[in-house]
C-alpha cells in the first residue's frame, strides 16, 4: 500500500464504499442486464474480481465529491460555485498573482498583434465535436479522452485507452474553454492509480510511478453475473509494447495540475491532502540518489513520447525539459509544512544544477560546435575542457552542413564519449517554455526553427526528430523497427500535436507569427487527411503508413494552438518564469572561477 493509498485510507470519513451498503439499487441497461448504480452506492466486494490486472476495485468507482473528504477541517474543499464563477472565455482566464489584462510577454514588451479572426473555422468546428465525441466516462463523470476514436479501425489495440501525455493537450483544450470538471476529475481519478502494485515478472517499479494509460471495463460483479461494475484499469508499462515505465507521465501531471489551479481559480485541488502527497511521491521518486554522477534523469529507451527503441537511451532531452517544468511548478504548488523542508531543499539544489548542466552541456550552435571540432580527449583533471570526453569525429558531416550561422538548440542527449547532435522538437519547445533555456537560448531556437522550414515543418508541422536514422545505423539503434523506418513515426516522422508546444513557446518569446504560420500550415489538409497521428517522407507528404486516424491529440493540439493564438496571455498557464534565485546561483558560480582543491591522499 502506498503512501497516498495509506493517507486516503486512514482520513476519517474517507471512502464510503469500503463499508458494506445496506441497499443497492441496480437499474437495467438497454441489453436487459442490470447494472448496479455506481453514482450513488458502493459494495464492497467479498473478493477480487477474476480479472487480471485489476487490485481493491471497489474504492476505484468512488465518485470526486466522495474523494473531497480526505480533505482536513479548514483546508477548503470543492466549492461548485467555482466552475459557475469562474470566467467562461479566454480573456478573463484567472492566474492568481498575475494580471492579464494586456498582451504582454515574459519580458514585460508589448506582444506583436495578431489579425483578429472573423469567426469560428469549420475546421475548428469539426475539431470540437471530434474532440467530445473522444470523452471517456467512468461512474457517470468525464475522466479523459481515449487516444484515436477512428470508427472504422477495428484493431484499436490500446488506442482506445487514457494516456496521461495524450490527454494534456485536451486538457489544455477543456480548460481554455472554460470546461473545469473534466481536468479536475483526470487529475484526482489518475492520482488514485498512482499508489497501485504493479509488477513485471516479480519486480514493482518505484512508488509514485503514475501509469501510462488507463481503461474503463465493465465486469461483472463477484457473485452476480447478471450486475457490473466500472473499474479503471491502469498500465504502467507492463502491458506495452516493450514493456517500459512512463518516467513522463507525472512529470506531465504535475503540470497540468498547475495549469488547473491557475485557468480555473480553484486551489483547493492541489492543496488537498492526497494530492499534496501525489506530488511528494513523484518527487520522491525523481529525486531518489542512485548511482548516477549527473543531475539530469536516467532513464531507458521508450520511456517517454518516443516509446520504442530509438538511440534516446541515457539522458534525454525531452525528460530534462519535463522534469525542471515539474519541479518548478511543484515548488510553487507544495503547501509549507515541516515534512517537506527537506524535499524543497533538494529540489532546489536540484533546479540549480539540472540548469547549469543543460544549458552549459547539451547547448550546440556554431561557435560551440567549432569548440567541440577541436577538443582535446582523454583528459584527466577537474579541470578538464572536455568533460565528456567526446572525440571530435562524432560531429556528423550531416550537422556541420545544417547548423545555421544564426541560431542553436539543445541536443537529444549526453553521456560519456557520446552527444547525439540529433534536434529534437519537444525537448527543446519545452525548454522554452520551462525557461530551462537561457532568453539567448530560447530566441536562438525559434531561430533555428525558422531558417530550417523547410526540414523541420515543410508540409505539416512537426518533425519530432531530425534527422532520420536510415540505413545501418537505423538497422543498429532501432533494431530494424519496421515502424521506425527512416522519416516516419518516431524516426523523423511529423507530429501535428505538436503544434499545441510550438505555439506555447512561440508566445512566452513574443514570436507568435511563427506559430501563426504552421497553424495555417496544418489547417490545408489536417482535416481532409482524417487528423492523422503523424505523417511520413522527408517533408511530410503522406500521412504516416501506420498512423491512426482521428488522432485525439492531434485535434486538441491543433485546437490549443488555435485558442492560444487568440488569447495569448492563456499560455501563462503553461510556461515557467525564469527563477531569480536560480540565475543568481549560477551567475555567482561563474563568477567564482575553479576552485582551488587541497591535495588529498588516498589510503
Not at 519486480?203 to 461483472?220: C, E
Request: charged share 25%; hydrophobic share 40%; proline share 5%.
Amino acid at each position: 500500500m502506498g503512501i497516498a493509498e495509506v493517507a486516503l485510507h486512514t482520513m476519517p470519513g474517507t471512502f464510503t464504499g469500503h463499508s458494506p451498503a445496506s441497499s443497492l439499487f441496480l437499474r437495467t441497461d438497454a441489453g436487459g442486464r442490470r447494472k448496479r448504480n455506481t453514482n450513488l452506492f458502493y459494495r464492497k466486494f467479498k473478493g477480487t474480481p477474476k480479472f487480471p490486472g485489476l487490485r481493491s476495485v471497489e474504492r476505484q468507482c468512488q465518485r470526486i465529491d466522495d474523494l473531497a473528504k480526505v480533505i482536513e477541517a479548514g483546508n477548503g474543499t470543492w466549492d461548485k460555485d467555482v466552475v459557475n464563477k469562474a470566467s467562461q472565455v479566454l480573456g478573463d482566464v484567472s492566474v492568481p498573482g498575475q494580471v492579464l489584462g494586456g498582451n504582454i510577454n515574459l519580458n514585460g514588451n508589448a506582444t506583436k498583434p495578431l489579425p483578429q479572426r472573423q469567426k469560428v473555422s469549420s475546421v475548428e468546428d469539426e475539431a470540437w465535436d471530434l474532440l467530445r465525441d473522444s470523452i471517456v466516462n467512468y461512474c457517470g463523470i468525464p475522466v479523459g479522452t481515449i487516444a484515436a476514436n477512428d470508427p472504422n479501425d477495428s484493431n484499436p489495440a490500446n488506442y482506445d485507452q487514457v494516456f496521461i501525455r495524450d490527454f494534456i493537450p485536451s486538457g489544455v483544450a477543456f480548460l481554455l474553454k472554460g470546461e473545469y470538471e473534466i481536468v479536475r476529475n483526470f487529475i484526482l481519478h489518475t492520482l488514485q492509480l498512482q499508489s497501485w502494485e504493479k509488477t513485471m515478472d516479480c519486480h514493482s517499479p518505484g512508488q509514485g510511478l503514475m501509469p501510462a494509460s488507463f481503461k474503463v471495463r465493465t465486469i461483472p460483479l463477484d457473485g452476480d453475473d447478471d450486475a457490473t461494475e466500472e473499474v479503471l484499469d491502469p498500465d504502467f508499462g507492463e502491458a506495452a509494447i516493450g514493456r517500459v515505465a512512463p518516467v513522463d507521465s507525472g512529470l506531465w501531471w504535475i503540470i497540468l495540475l498547475r495549469a488547473y489551479g491557475k485557468c480555473s481559480g480553484d486551489l483547493s485541488v492541489q492543496e488537498r491532502i492526497d494530492v499534496q502527497t501525489g506530488i511528494k511521491m513523484i518527487l520522491k521518486l525523481c529525486l531518489t540518489d542512485g548511482f548516477d554522477m549527473f543531475p539530469t534523469l536516467l532513464v531507458t529507451d521508450g520511456s517517454c513520447m518516443i516509446d520504442r527503441r530509438m538511440g534516446i537511451h541515457g539522458h534525454p532531452l525531452e525528460i530534462q525539459a519535463l522534469f525542471y517544468s515539474a519541479l518548478l511548478s511543484a515548488r510553487e504548488m507544495l503547501t509549507p509544512e515541516d515534512g517537506s523542508a527537506d524535499l524543497i531543499r533538494a529540489l532546489n539544489n536540484r533546479l540549480i544544477a539540472l540548469s547549469f548542466h543543460i544549458r552549459e552541456y547539451y547547448w550546440v550552435d556554431m561557435q560551440k560546435l567549432n569548440e567541440i571540432y577541436r577538443y582535446k580527449t582523454e583528459e584527466y583533471s577537474y579541470d578538464a575542457v572536455n568533460k565528456f570526453n567526446i572525440y571530435p569525429d562524432q560531429v556528423s558531416p550531416w550537422l556541420v552542413e545544417w547548423i545555421p550561422p544564426k541560431g542553436g538548440y539543445f541536443i537529444g542527449n549526453l553521456q560519456p564519449a557520446h552527444m547525439d547532435f540529433r534536434f529534437f522538437a519537444l525537448g527543446n519547445l519545452w525548454s522554452i517554455v520551462s525557461s530551462l533555456a537561457t532568453t539567448h537560448q530560447s530566441h536562438a531556437i525559434l531561430d533555428l526553427i525558422e531558417s530550417k522550414w523547410s526540414d523541420l515543418v515543410a508540409e505539416m508541422p512537426l518533425k519530432i526528430c531530425y534527422p532520420a536514422l536510415e540505413n545501418q545505423e537505423w538497422k543498429i539503434i532501432t533494431g530494424s523497427d519496421p515502424k521506425n523506418t527512416p522519416w516516419s513515426y518516431h524516426n523523423g516522422g511529423s507530429w501535428p500535436t505538436l503544434l499545441w508546444q510550438l505555439t506555447v513557446a512561440c508566445i512566452k518569446m513574443n514570436r507568435p507569427e511563427i506559430a501563426a504560420k504552421a497553424v495555417e500550415i496544418a489547417e490545408r489538409r489536417i482535416a481532409t487527411d482524417k487528423w492523422p497521428e503523424y505523417y511520413d517522407t522527408k517533408r511530410a507528404r503522406f500521412i504516416g503508413k501506420q498512423s491512426r486516424l482521428y488522432q485525439t491529440w492531434s485535434i486538441a493540439g491543433y485546437l490549443v494552438a488555435k485558442q492560444l493564438l487568440d488569447k495569448p496571455d492563456a499560455a501563462r498557464i503553461l510556461w515557467n518564469d525564469e527563477d531569480a534565485e536560480i540565475l543568481n546561483a549560477l551567475s555567482t558560480n561563474r563568477k567564482r572561477g575553479k576552485k582551488v582543491l587541497k591535495k588529498t591522499y588516498i589510503v
